[in-house]
């Protein structure tokens, strides 16, 4: 059934509406990263690439985004194989196992950061283990675990058991069943649970400022050169950022669309 | 049968709850059980008290800032939402490349870093700010203003504009899952667009709107970072105070019991939602 114009007109409104207070600020600031900017306003059309080539000979700020993508690439491998590994245990038990797993799994996820930052903080300091990227790295995987069961558990359940149960009646071993029908079965699920809980550990703030020790990760590092003030230096990190992220939501979305089709 | 019970069955589960417990159980059971310990100087000493608890319950200070935070965060939920909402329903009528430009746009602000979004949010605000200056310029306003200047407005205005994707997503979801069939029926019975509406859609989305409300709810709750760039001195939340316990006030265990409260609120929070999100008249799930 088709809208009538006047409300269709109010939704496209509303929809435009939210954008640009979304994208209002975020342009403004990418604007400062190229051109010279006092209190938001264009300060004369001069516009320069300064801001850019600064950073590449911030050795801090390079180091910090070393230092998030190995703690992405370490969180995200640890969180999917133990993420499939719970998936296989509680699809096969089900009942009670699979429905305390689901809770135990998803309290750190649900809880607010701070929350679940809190709790691995007093209790890291209970077992004597002092603040570093360790303690960062398992507070990642503590939140991004729920996310890679979730995915696991879901491609795991439609798949059913007839294929396993054919695999095993024909004379294969357990490991051979995994190995040949389960993991080829998943790969996709495990693909995109891994790119999900990656995404979500490169920007993770809130657990990781009460987790960090000496090491500064990327979201950390913009937190303290954001607290400094606006600085076009924070403006051209906003300005990469924004492209990388529109082209990487631009194709999941195409990927997704693809699939439905 | 199976590939797991290649291990004994009971070493697989001792095996998979041991990995949860030193992950996730323990720290939360130590963060519970710091909140009934005190401090003395800077040792914290682990003799079980209700001290922390009676403290957040007295003080009136506490007390105000918690309720002022829960309205602030209700607020932000329920504003989001019904901003988001029109905006899902929107996004669901369109086809082909419209929608599919659109999706991004809502999407990309998701994984956008949230500390460069706050950022920029915050370069416009101020009294000097570009905000201002368009108000002003539009004539809504003939001096500038201090409503969004660095306090809980800006926190909120900020969070709203912040998490309305993270709305969007869940209720355009919901709205998906929906046959057109069952409108088209509605119309075919003469029911106008308006009672179609309102019988078909609306209960229908209701999974999408309980996750939408109940998300924003917690994630403004459990926000401290907002507040302290866009607050101001005076943009005091809970989140705030329990952050400070941790940091330069250094009272852990009050810092717990006063994130304990905080856990209690979205707990009921969710188990509302479990119970509002469920489709009226619907199979349960």
Redesign the interface.
């Known amino acids: 059934?088709t809208?009538?114009l006047t409300?269709?007109v109010?939704?496209?409104l509303?929809?435009a509406f939210?954008?640009m207070?979304?994208?209002?600020?975020?342009s403004?600031?990418v604007a400062?990263a190229f051109l010279p900017m006092k209190?938001?306003?264009i300060q004369g059309f001069d516009p320069s690439l300064t801001a850019f080539t600064k950073l590449t000979a911030d050795a801090g700020l390079i180091r910090s985004l070393v230092v998030t993508l190995a703690v992405g690439a370490v969180a995200t491998m640890i969180s999917v194989v133990?993420a499939t590994?719970?998936a296989?245990?509680t699809t096969?038990?089900g009942g009670l196992?699979a429905r305390v797993?689901a809770l135990?799994?998803f309290?750190?996820f649900?809880?607010?950061?701070?929350?679940?930052g809190?709790?691995?903080?007093?209790?890291f300091r209970?077992v004597g283990i002092d603040r570093s990227l360790l303690t960062v790295t398992?507070g990642h995987?503590?939140i991004i675990?729920a996310i890679a069961y979730r995915g696991i558990v879901v491609r795991l359940t439609d798949l059913g058991?007839s294929l396993?149960?054919a695999s095993?009646d024909l004379g294969a071993s357990?490991?051979q069943?995994?190995a040949r029908v389960?993991l080829p079965n998943i790969s996709g699920s495990l693909v995109a649970s891994a790119v999900l809980c990656f995404?979500l550990s490169f920007?993770e703030?809130?657990i990781t400022?009460?987790l960090t020790g000496t090491e500064s990760t990327f979201?950390i590092k913009?937190?303290g050169m954001?607290?400094l003030g606006?600085t076009p230096a924070?403006n051209a990190?906003?300005a990469i950022?924004?492209a990388a992220?529109?082209a990487?939501?631009?194709l999941?979305?195409?990927i997704r669309?693809r699939r439905s089709n | 049968?199976?590939?797991?019970?290649?291990l004994a069955r009971p070493t697989?589960?001792l095996a998979?709850y041991a990995?949860?417990s030193v992950?996730?159980?323990?720290?939360?059971l130590?963060?519970l059980a710091?909140s009934f310990f005190s401090v003395d100087g800077v040792t914290i000493v682990r003799t079980p008290t209700m001290v922390n608890f009676h403290r957040a319950f007295t003080d009136p200070v506490m007390m105000t800032v918690f309720g002022r935070t829960v309205l602030l965060c209700v607020g932000i939920a329920l504003v989001t939402t019904l901003?988001a909402y029109?905006?899902a329903?929107?996004?669901n009528?369109l086809q082909g490349g419209a929608r599919?430009v659109?999706?991004?746009?809502?999407?990309?602000?998701?994984?956008?870093?949230?500390?460069?979004?706050?950022?920029?949010?915050?370069?416009?605000l101020?009294g000097?700010?570009?905000l201002n200056?368009m108000l002003l310029a539009t004539g809504l306003i003939d001096t500038p203003s201090n409503f969004f200047v660095f306090n809980l407005n800006a926190v909120f205005l900020v969070l709203v504009?912040?998490l309305?994707?993270f709305a969007i997503l869940p209720i355009l979801l919901s709205l998906e899952k929906i046959p057109a069939s069952l409108?088209?029926a509605?119309?075919d019975l003469s029911a106008g667009?308006w009672t179609?509406f309102r019988t078909v859609t609306l209960p229908l989305s209701r999974p999408g709107i309980a996750t939408a409300v109940s998300f924003t709810f917690?994630?403004a709750?459990?926000?401290?970072?907002t507040p302290q760039?866009v607050g101001g001195p005076n943009g005091f939340t809970f989140?705030r105070i329990?952050?400070s316990q941790?940091g330069l006030a250094f009272n852990?265990p009050f810092?717990?019991a006063l994130?304990v409260l905080?856990?209690a609120v979205?707990v009921v929070v969710?188990a509302l939602a479990m119970r509002l999100g469920r489709i009226p008249g619907g199979a349960g799930r």
Not at chain 1, 21 to 26: E, L, N, R, S, W
Not at chain 1, 110 to 116: D, E, G, K, L, Q
Request: aromatic share 10%.
């Open positions: 059934m809208r009538s409300v269709q109010c939704l496209a509303t929809t939210l954008l207070a979304i994208y209002g600020p975020i403004v600031t400062g209190g938001g306003i133990l590994a719970l296989l245990f096969e038990r196992h797993v135990i799994v309290l750190p649900v809880m607010p950061p701070m929350v679940t809190l709790s691995l903080l007093i209790f209970d398992i995987v503590a675990l058991r396993i149960e095993l357990r490991w069943t995994f389960i995404a920007d703030t809130l400022l009460l979201p913009l937190w954001t607290r606006i924070a990190i906003l950022l924004l992220t529109l990487g939501s631009a999941a979305i195409w669309q | 049968m199976t590939v797991l019970s290649g697989a589960s998979v990995v949860l992950l996730i159980v323990v720290p939360f130590s963060f710091m901003i029109p905006v329903v929107f996004i009528g599919y659109l999706l991004t746009l809502v999407t990309a602000p998701l994984i956008l870093s949230y500390v460069m979004k706050i950022y920029a949010f915050r370069s416009i101020g000097n700010g570009l200056r504009v912040l309305a994707p409108s088209e509605a119309a667009r179609t917690i994630m709750m459990g926000d401290f970072v760039m989140g329990i952050y941790f852990w810092g717990a994130g905080m856990a979205i969710l």
